[in-house]
């Protein structure tokens, strides 16, 4: 088959994320399929963006064939990243033949976070024979931008972004979502097609495929270590939906134990309020490292005792989670403290961490303090149980095959 994947942040393991599209369509190259993605110029998920002078320019990334569309720069989450998203979906748009001419996909899948894509995905579709059209679900938009960003519903981009996710789920031929508890939703807003659920993984090549940790990262964990401390360890965005504030407070309640730390790894808007809040409070017990490759994970996380999981208190997560990190931390086999309100709470179905409330501080000192008090041998059960169960039902290569199927289908 031609696959046309159109994902404004797609990335890739050298780029950084988002990863999900590089690693399914990397899946289905070695399965014999032909397979392109459109992406935006400019992502804040990557660490590295290509140098783009002309849309569609054209970049090969692991047998993948990459198309870039000049979008323009933004930072946080204002007019200038509502207007590089307008202008993605509306080259796309207006180019629509010419996709559908050069590129004759077999299968559109419109993936790019926000729903708007659709609309450049069903114009290609008018233009190409027999043509299936595919739209992947990663968050629930418009929901997270009024439950997590506090936008009114009457706002013209809550509108437009609401019309869009109307438009996807009445005109794709199939939704395949990240997130288990969406159908429902999806088909009172006007679902007629298929309904697929794929949550996101881990690649076995990847893990094998260990890198170092920089010397600075190094330093701190081996020391750490060497003064017998018991690392909380969190690793990905700092972002307002991560709810990192809260872990602060959890950090400043246990300033008295001198065993357990907090080590956090990686960047985001929230990143310096967050260290500005630690040296305020003199929290000793937390320390703030940069970002790390993707496969630097393995080596980061067997300097973790734990894995910290979390994210706001908030009714978006309804309709479950699907973060990378879960994954991540499942296959490291390390212990979850997992902070999230969500019906698919990975901690329970596999018997691999402790839950406790998002954003309650108590419940997730609690559940720290329940883990540092294990024996070695219960939390090295804890970690067994969520790398086998992340080996059975997250491994990347058996998901692309159900991909596969749902569009075959």
């Keep these: 088959m031609n696959i046309l994947y159109i994902d404004h942040y797609a990335g890739s393991l050298t780029m950084g994320m988002e990863f999900r599209p590089y690693y399914f369509t990397r899946e289905w190259v070695k399965l014999g399929h032909k397979v392109s993605i459109i992406a935006g110029d400019y992502s804040h998920l990557r660490k590295k963006n290509p140098n783009v002078e002309r849309d569609f320019q054209h970049e090969k990334v692991d047998r ?46 419109c993936s790019s976070t926000y729903p708007i894509d659709t609309f450049a995905g069903q114009h ?38 609401q019309a869009g996710g109307n438009s996807a789920y009445r005109y794709s031929d199939a939704i395949v979502s990240v997130l288990p508890y969406t159908e429902k939703y999806m088909r009172k807003h006007g679902l007629k097609g298929k309904f697929v659920y794929i949550n996101n993984g881990i690649v076995l090549d990847d893990w094998k495929r260990k890198e170092g940790l920089p010397s ?63 040296l305020k409070k003199e929290l000793k017990n937390v320390i703030f490292l940069p970002p790390v490759s993707k496969y630097a994970i393995p080596e980061l996380t067997r300097y973790f005792d734990c894995s910290y ?42 018997q691999c961490g402790i839950s406790a409330e998002a954003g309650n501080v108590d419940s997730i000192k609690n559940a720290i303090e329940r883990l540092e008090n294990m024996s070695e041998a219960e939390r090295t059960k804890m970690g067994q149980n969520g790398h086998k ?13 159900r991909f596969l199927a749902a569009m075959q289908n």
Aim: proline share 3%.
């Design 216 to 278: 600075e990262h190094e330093q701190v964990l081996q020391g750490l270590k060497g003064h017998g401390k018991f690392i909380v360890g969190y690793f990905g965005g700092h972002a307002l939906s991560n709810n990192l504030s809260v872990l602060l407070d959890v950090a400043e309640d246990l300033k008295e134990n001198n065993r357990i730390c907090f080590v956090l790894v990686g960047d985001g808007i929230e990143k310096p309020i967050l260290q500005e809040i630690s």
């Design 64 to 109: 993948v064939d990459y198309y870039w569309i000049k979008t323009g720069k933004y930072k946080g989450n204002g007019i200038k990243r509502a207007l590089t998203m307008v202008r993605f979906v509306t080259k796309i748009w207006m180019r629509a033949k010419w996709v559908a001419e050069t590129f004759k996909p077999d299968v559109i899948i």
């Design 389 to 401: 169960a992340v080996l059975e039902n997250y491994e990347y290569g058996g998901m692309a095959k």
């Design 309 to 350: 999981i979390s994210a706001s208190n908030s009714p978006l997560y309804r309709f479950g989670i699907a973060m990378n990190k879960i994954f991540d931390s499942m296959m490291a086999a390390k212990p979850l403290v997992f902070a999230v309100n969500a019906p698919n709470n990975f901690a329970e179905m596999y």
């Design 124 to 161: 290609i579709k008018k233009y190409c024979n027999n043509g299936i059209l595919v739209h992947e679900i990663h968050d629930m938009w418009p929901s997270t931008l009024t439950e997590i960003g506090g936008m009114s519903e009457k706002n013209p981009f809550v509108l437009l972004m």
